[in-house]
């Protein structure tokens, strides 16, 4: 699949990882349908910024925690554009949850946003892809999804359950189209780390360095562009952590 043309989709797009991806894909030539729950002002000037280069760029408000939302934005954005050749399900969630004072509150708040609006997400675009005959689905995993850490439990549960969703909805969804997940690594450290557990990553990552969302909007390139033959992978950028 070729990007310049293209239509995509990004969640979570007006900051962060979401927001380079967005930006680095629109600088290819692919127009940008730029989800977001709350940051209305970042997502608005970041698709007046898209603009320039030039593509189209619209963004869509959406709690994706919620069915109905997922719905309604899936139906605006299909229409405004004409139809998602892409989406990449990059919204997520990420703030410390010790086992000991863990809450329902967070562990809800952390899996329906992580996953159960991810699945849903997919879902909807994925059946009209389907429906249409061709598509590529891009879900944002993480290492820890494979080898979980304290502290940040629901997060690494979440993150696992994307791992399965992307293999379970690659089988659902060929031949038409393709799902695959991208895992990080160490790419935006967590704000309360201090300079010892900082350089603990560092120092267990094989490559010695953290990783730049550059690094996670290059893979999302090399899967959309890069090849039409995987679905159902799991893309690891992690500097070697997981070997480590």
Known sequence: MKLRGANILVTGGAKRVGRIIALTLAAQGANILLHYRSSTK???DLCE???DYPVQAKAFKADLRKLFQVRRMVRQAWKAFGGIDVLVNSASVF????IETLTEKEWDLTLDTNLKGN???AREVGLL???R???KIINIADWAGARPYKNYLPYCISKAGVLAMTKGLARTFAPAVSVNAISPGPILLPPDLGPEDKEKIIHGT???RIGSPDDIAAAVKILIEGTDFMT???LTVDGGRLIA
């Open 42 to 44: 970042e997502a608005r």
């Open 49 to 51: 910024q898209i603009r």
């Open 119 to 121: 699945f849903f997400l």
């Open 129 to 131: 892809m389907a429906e």
């Open 232 to 234: 159902g992978s799991i």
């Open 95 to 98: 703030f410390r949850t010790p």
């Open 206 to 208: 094989p490559l010695h």
């Open 133 to 135: 005959g061709s598509g």
